[in-house]
């Protein structure tokens, strides 16, 4: 399978480091898959809505774990604005971090979401890192969890100057970790934590840029 990176060139100020933004399009030759990195677009918030609800019911099954859910409720929260908000400091608490979120789209379709922190924390480098990601469970193990780090990864490389990045995800989630390790990622250690209630183990990649 033939991977092409096509680079698009916008220019557009951003809130820190770079004038210059650029947004990666993943193409994959042979699957009708064109998956593309965007700023939050309330033309995809049905199908927001829909990832919501259907991971919801993931974690009603025990196929997710409360901690790893990755999107808001849309009924209660302004999803658009948030995901703007979150990239200026001064619109956040004091001990938050600010981030760069995305819609990963393929076309028409909302496959999931991407969230680029700054700087890690203290709690940040135990759990979470710099790069979180979700897929909505309606695309899961249809090839998109890969392509969405390696998204992530070109875009991190262009807004922050480090030359690596932290990710982690849960010991027992196999699919996480074979995608991490699928792009680079070195296993440094394994971590305990506790978020909602849960106890799990920890797992603490680097990738190097």
């Known amino acids: 399978m033939l991977l092409q990176l096509l680079e698009l060139n916008i220019l557009k100020t951003l809130d820190f480091k770079r004038k210059n933004r650029r947004f990666y399009v993943i193409i994959i030759i042979g699957v009708d898959i064109m998956l593309k990195l965007i700023d939050a677009n309330s033309e995809y918030l049905d199908q927001y809505k829909e990832a919501y609800l259907l991971s919801l019911k993931q974690i009603e099954l025990g196929n997710i774990k409360k901690h790893d859910m990755m999107f808001l409720n849309p009924n209660e929260k302004d999803i658009v604005k948030i995901f703007m908000d979150n990239r200026d400091q001064s619109k956040l608490p004091s001990h938050y971090v600010p981030s760069y979120d995305y819609f ?27 790069i979180g ?9 249809m090839g998109y969890g890969k392509e969405i780090l390696k998204l992530a990864l070109h875009q991190y490389k262009d807004l922050i100057e480090e030359d690596k990045i932290l990710i ?40 190097k840029l």
């Open 168 to 207: 982690t995800c849960d010991d027992d989630n196999i699919g996480s970790y074979k995608i991490i390790e699928a792009n680079g990622g070195i296993l440094e250690n394994k971590v305990k934590n506790e978020d909602q209630g849960e106890n799990f183990l920890t797992r603490r990649y680097w990738i």
């Open 104 to 130: 990963a789209v393929d076309d028409n379709k909302f496959i999931g979401v991407i969230h680029i922190r700054i700087r890690l924390t203290d709690n940040l480098l135990k759990y979470g890192g710099h």
């Open 133 to 141: 990601y979700g897929i909505n469970p309606k695309y899961w193990k």
